[in-house]
């Protein structure tokens, strides 16, 4: 792919030297800050991230306070605020020249790059960022662009280093009440699953309240569509999330997901339910909104999700004493054949932040994204403020009862007080189960603080099922393979030409397809489900899936060093 050459390291070194007046993102009406690298003078660095933040407090908040008063830097932040991956935003900003001076992309890294927006990090790690190079070690090359363009633009933040999950929060949901008052039953295949909802449907048409209880809904609004109704055919039916695909883990072949035949008997399994009434009628049809308000009046017994999607609705369920009606976790597959990859590995892998063009001191910048990988700042994102957030006992970080139980049901205020959980995507991050030098785990994700933090209702259910955590009912990362080319999905690929003409081509037709098929009468469901693949086809599938293919194999072969064919 070209694109225009990105500024040397020696060039924005010799133009930081000569910055006395200006720093990064400097305002008018600020002090003026000189451009030492080792200063901790005032410094404002502008700031887009491609994901939402909707409890961003302009660093107000307690971490952010503490972040400025160890390095001087204050964030000036801009959030995609429409959950768009910031597509629009990204677009404007290749097209016009105008970066703000860091960035997380997202999926348009390549948008930025081949407009010649992102600087090269290489040299800068090597000189300025001794805990990135500690936390990445031998697993650096991952960070490369690709084999023709060597450079480090991004550094992953998405991503958790040597990432343990103790817990699971994903799969098929059911409510606490569903399984207690069905004795617990196995929840291991579809057919479970829809046993369960049917039975207790059948028993209780309508809540407490006299609503209509909702068997099973989802969500299709926009890019949520991905979540809840095609990347669980994939999960179901044995696949890794790779996005849009699924790799040949033995030849790299690369095809869209869709055309695995056990994927197709999957949504003839979602029409099947749509058809006898279990699938709720308005699942293509609502809004976000009123998916979330349909689970915080309690009445949906099934999900198909993942739980930070729809967390809100549920601290709303607890926040009202319906503790019953949150969701457990379950491994839900098409058949017993098939076994769930939730938990395969991908190694260092994600989606990253990176510096522009436009910023004027780099130097600092890295430093400010080191400091963040540093053990004081990743325990200050985690926990939060010592005395305040979490107390050491005996040598062991521990949260008070009454701060877990703000994080529980108050977590949005909670959130926008602390700044805990805000702050990931300034710098890499250990994964749980790491532990730093004192012999605390780096995040609040293990399993004596998970088990502490679930409702009496969520304990119960856990009980009945003789396990402590979610995760235990799941295959584990011990059962698979590291996958060699990560999480394909955040591979980046050229922004402009014939690949996304294609690639955009298809996803209209998924998107309009797939709920097609779901809401068919059962004889016409294979009619329509053929006919997409093959409008796939026509669309250009085929030749976007082998060049898809050619891109993982150079992955392989950057990342590994094998001779793939």
Request: glycine content about 8%; hydrophobic content about 35%; overall charge negative.
């Amino acid at each position: 792919m070209k694109h225009k050459a990105p500024k040397t390291i020696a060039m924005l070194l010799l133009a930081s030297t000569m910055l006395f007046t200006a720093a990064c993102g400097n305002t008018k009406g600020e002090e003026p800050t000189t451009a030492d690298p080792d200063s901790n003078a005032p410094i404002t660095f502008s700031f887009f991230g491609a994901d939402t933040s909707p409890y961003w407090n302009k660093m107000q908040d307690a971490v952010g306070k503490k972040i400025t008063e160890a390095t001087g830097v204050t964030i000036n932040a801009e959030y995609d605020i429409a959950s768009g991956g910031g597509d629009d935003k990204i677009a404007l900003m290749a097209a016009s020249g105008d970066y703000p001076d860091m960035i997380f992309p997202k999926g348009n890294l390549s948008k930025l790059v081949d407009a010649g927006a992102m600087i090269d990090l290489t040299e800068l790690i090597e000189e300025h960022a001794p805990n990135i190079k500690k936390m990445y070690g031998e697993e650096m090359n991952r960070l490369k662009y690709s084999n023709e363009d060597q450079a480090i633009y991004t550094i992953p933040t998405n991503g958790s280093v040597d990432q343990q999950t103790f817990d699971n929060t994903g799969g098929f949901e059911l409510q606490h009440r569903v399984v207690k008052e069905l004795g617990y039953p196995e929840i291991k295949t579809v057919e479970d699953f829809e046993n369960a909802l049917r039975e207790y449907y059948k028993a209780h048409p309508t809540t407490e309240d006299g609503q209509p209880t909702i068997p099973l809904t989802l969500s299709a609004d926009g890019w949520r569509s991905m979540i809840t109704v095609t990347n669980p055919a994939v999960a179901a039916t044995g696949g890794p999330d790779d996005g849009e695909y699924y790799i040949n883990p033995e030849t790299y072949e690369a095809m869209l997901h869709y055309k695995r035949p056990e994927e197709k008997e999957y949504f003839r399994w979602l029409n099947k339910m749509y058809n006898e009434g279990l699938l709720d009628k308005d699942t293509f049809i609502q809004k976000e909104d009123q998916y979330k308000a349909k689970i915080a009046s309690g009445r949906v017994l099934g999900l198909i999700d993942q739980e930070w999607a729809y967390n809100d609705a549920e601290v709303a369920l607890k926040n009202a004493g319906k503790d019953e009606m949150t969701y457990g976790h379950y491994p839900v597959t098409l058949s017993s054949e098939f076994k769930r990859a939730d938990f395969q590995p991908v190694g260092s892998d994600g989606y990253g932040i990176g510096i522009t063009e436009n910023c004027e001191d780099p130097v600092r910048a890295i430093k400010f994204l080191d400091w963040m990988a540093s053990d004081e700042a990743q325990v200050l994102r985690n926990w939060g403020v010592e005395g305040e957030h979490y107390n050491v006992e005996d040598g062991v970080r521990v949260i008070p009862a009454d701060v877990q139980e703000r994080k529980n049901n108050d977590n949005a205020n909670f959130t926008k007080e602390s700044g805990i959980g805000l702050y990931f995507v300034f710098g890499p991050h250990y994964g749980d189960g790491v532990k730093d030098s004192t012999g605390n785990y780096y995040t609040t994700n293990f399993p004596e603080q998970i088990v502490a933090s679930y409702s009496e209702a969520e304990k119960e259910a856990l009980k009945g099922y003789g396990i402590s955590t979610w995760k235990e009912l799941f295959p584990t990362e011990e059962d698979f393979e590291v996958k060699e080319w990560g999480a394909a999905y955040n591979m980046p690929v050229p922004s402009d030409g014939k690949y996304q003409v294609i690639y955009q081509k298809t996803q209209d037709i998924v998107q309009k397809r797939v709920p097609e098929a779901i809401v068919s009468t059962t004889d016409k469901f294979d009619q329509v489900y053929d006919n997409m693949l093959v409008e796939l086809d026509k669309a250009g599938a085929v030749e976007m899936e082998q060049q898809y293919t050619e891109w993982i194999k150079e992955r392989v072969r950057l990342w590994t060093g094998k001779d793939v064919k």
